[in-house]
């Protein structure tokens, strides 16, 4: 415990580390029910970090498993953190061409079966998307081609998703890809499993 301690203690610089400490925690904690020591002092060390946190941590909120959307379209970078149980929606990117169904971008909900991601990528095919898996964290991208000549070029997409939880297999997710929209399923583990290194998912 001393040695994850120290290097909670490192973990000054991205919330990166932190996400992968809040994973450690989760698994320790559904293995140790009772015992909240390692939780408590993780919390601890993490809340007097230079680590630019969004809210105060207590051992509770160590156990929450969240996920976070970066999306690098648009004119900034926008960040989604949220907690897996609750899901969200996007709130900004309303097409107000739209009469009614789901708003948003994008949408994320948890499932029995797992997690389900919904995000609206217009203008892309099948061999246009790329989806790959880095150490638990999935990554969208798609470069769409130019329909017409009075158009300046196609669309282009990008994205990632990252779990703060050792609840999900990214490795084995699910996607298709339909009319513009894409739609994930990441699967509940089985076993817990540290995830390690990359592959590329192929979509339907």
Known sequence: MA???NAIRRATTTATLFTKFNSIINHYHRHHPNNNRLATAAAACLS?????????LSSTTMYEENCTITA???SFTRCDEFPIRRGTCDRYMENPFQVS?????YEVK????????RMEMPGIEKEDLKLRVEYGNVFVSGEGRRESEHEDSGRSYSANIELSSSSFEPRNITAELKNGVLRMLIPLAKNFESANGS???KCS
């Open 3 to 5: 040695s994850l301690m």
């Open 48 to 56: 007097s970090s230079r680590l630019p946190l969004r809210r105060p």
């Open 72 to 74: 690098h379209g648009g």
């Open 101 to 105: 169904g789901p708003r948003g971008a």
């Open 110 to 117: 948890k499932l029995e079966e797992g997690l389900f991601v």
């Open 199 to 201: 592959s590329e998912i």
